[in-house]
């Protein structure tokens, strides 16, 4: 299935451009959650990126944050 491989997505990180390689599912439920929280997708993830602990990959981060929020009924 083609929705299941990850897809660049390009991001503006405290000014600076980056992207992520996400699986759909977890981009669209990303964008809900901000949305959600009244916040860019931008500002979500300059936030998750200032607190994730490297190695940790940034698309790391947004996956575990998804999925916290999905177990925790948000």
Known sequence: MTEDR???R???LQGHRTSVSLETAFWDEFQRLATERGVSVNALASELDATRTPPA??????????????????
Do not use: Q
């Open 6 to 8: 990850p897809v660049k």
């Open 10 to 12: 390009s991001l503006t």
């Open 57 to 74: 990959s940034l698309a790391s981060a947004i996956r575990l944050y998804v999925l916290r929020e999905v177990k925790a009924g948000r």
